[in-house]
T-cell receptor, first 112, second 116 residues
Framework: KQEVTQIPAALSVPEGENLVLNCSFT??????LQWFRQDPGKGLTSLLL?????REQTSGRLNASLDKSSGRSTLYIAASQPGDSATYLC???????????FGKGITLSVRP | GAVVSQHPSWVICKSGTSVKIECRSLDFQATTMFWYRQFPKQSLMLMAT?????????EQGVEKDKFLINHASLTLSTLTVTSAHPEDSSFYIC????????????FGQGTRLTVV
C-alpha cells in the first residue's frame, strides 16, 4: 500500500527565505508525482506535475524534483512571500487505476 | 482548459436528510472521476472511483449505501450523502481525469458540508 509522508507538518519562515519542502513515498513504482497548494477552506491548486521519467519541473519561483528510486521529492520555493502561506500537498499516482495518494501536507507560514 | 466545477461550494442540512454534490468537467470528457473527503487538518482520503456507465468502486471502510455515486455522463458525476449525520460533516472534493490521460487529474473547488 502506497504511503506518502510529508515532514514537518508545519513550517514558519521569514519573507525572502528560500525553502525546501520534502515528500517521501514508500512504493517507487509511480506514474507521476504532483504538488498542490491548498488555501484554508478551499480546494486544490495544482503547482507542478512531474512524470516518472522526469527529474524535475519548474514554474516561476517553484522547482520540484523527483528521485523515484529513493522515493523522494522536494519542492523548492525561492524568495518566499507572505502570499505563499498555504498548505502544500504532495501526491503520487500509482497502482491500479493510477490511484492518487496524498500526504498530509505541510502548512507554510511566511512572516512579513 | 481542464476545469472542474463542483457545486454547491457549501451546504448546511438537517440530520437525516440527503444532500447531492455535483462534479462537472467543463471543457473535457472524463471517463474517471474521484471523490475525496478531507477532515480538518487532515489529508484527502479517497472515498470512491467512478467510471462512466458503470458502478463506482469504493475504498475500504466507505459505505456505498450511504455515499451514492452516479457517473451517468462523461462530464458529470454526483455524490449523494444519504441520511446525513453530523459526523458526515466534512470537506468533499472531486477530481476528473480527461479521456486518454491516465496519470493526471483535475480538481474541483470542494464542497463544505455541515450537518446540523
Amino acid at each position: 500500500k502506497q504511503e506518502v509522508t510529508q515532514i514537518p507538518a508545519a513550517l514558519s519562515v521569514p519573507e525572502g527565505e528560500n525553502l525546501v519542502l520534502n515528500c517521501s513515498f514508500t512504493d517507487s513504482a509511480i506514474y507521476n508525482l504532483q504538488w498542490f497548494r491548498q488555501d484554508p477552506g478551499k480546494g486544490l491548486t495544482s503547482l507542478l506535475l512531474i512524470q516518472s521519467s522526469q527529474r524535475e519541473q519548474t514554474s516561476g519561483r517553484l522547482n520540484a524534483s523527483l528521485d523515484k528510486s529513493s522515493g523522494r521529492s522536494t519542492l523548492y520555493i525561492a524568495a518566499s512571500q507572505p502570499g505563499d502561506s498555504a498548505t502544500y500537498l504532495c501526491a503520487v499516482y500509482s497502482g491500479a487505476n493510477s490511484k492518487l495518494t496524498f500526504g498530509k501536507g505541510i502548512t507554510l507560514s511566511v512572516r512579513p | 482548459g481542464a476545469v472542474v466545477s463542483q457545486h454547491p461550494s457549501w451546504v448546511i442540512c438537517k440530520s437525516g436528510t440527503s444532500v447531492k454534490i455535483e462534479c462537472r468537467s467543463l471543457d473535457f470528457q472524463a471517463t474517471t472521476m474521484f471523490w475525496y473527503r478531507q477532515f480538518p487538518k487532515q489529508s484527502l482520503m479517497l472515498m470512491a472511483t467512478s467510471n462512466e456507465g458503470s458502478k463506482a468502486t469504493y475504498e475500504q471502510g466507505v459505505e456505498k449505501d450511504k455515499f451514492l455515486i452516479n457517473h451517468a455522463s462523461l462530464t458529470l458525476s454526483t455524490l449523494t450523502v444519504t441520511s446525513a449525520h453530523p459526523e458526515d460533516s466534512s470537506f468533499y472534493i472531486c477530481s476528473a481525469r480527461p479521456l486518454g490521460m491516465d496519470t493526471e487529474a483535475f480538481f474541483g473547488q470542494g464542497t463544505r458540508l455541515t450537518v446540523v
